[in-house]
């Protein structure tokens, strides 16, 4: 009836909720035949498809004006979906490779510390050995120093002054390499 009134604009709101399927063919049909605007709500997608030649979707509190059938907009949307999939899953393909390289990082991190803890252990072990020989032979040094019979000839006077001279290079080569130790140690 408001067809036969010759209004030019019908708003309607889920015009076929609640018609059997005869009314709604009967229904879409009128529609189709119409030669004004009509504004059309509806969930019935097959209505949709056969009357809607321009779509407004409300999504978010926002229109979307779409400038094509319905059935253009379901591919248009289908495409759409489609492609932010795709997007998506690149981007958690990404954020992955950029977990594990963030990881393997960290791993060369633990074992780079540990090369260099180890590193540095050996260098400590080496130095200690060495602090020890030099020990022992500032004791022997010392020892012959302390011997009253050394200085008692020319030979002994200059193995005197060699030995001197070499506590002294210990002494100082020990103290060195101890301080390598404490510094490695930390």
Known sequence: MIVLSRANLLILDEPTNHLDVESIEALE???QEYDGTILLVSH?????RVLVDRVWVLHERRITDFAGSFGEWEVASSERAHAASVNAAEEEAL?????KQKTKRKEEDKGQRRNAQRDAQKKAESAEKRVAELEARIGELTALLGDPALYTTDDGKRRAVKAGTDLDSCNRSSRDRAQLVVRTRR
């Open 29 to 31: 049909d009128a529609l």
């Open 44 to 48: 019935d997608r097959e209505l949709l």
């Open 95 to 99: 954020r992955r490779m950029h977990e």
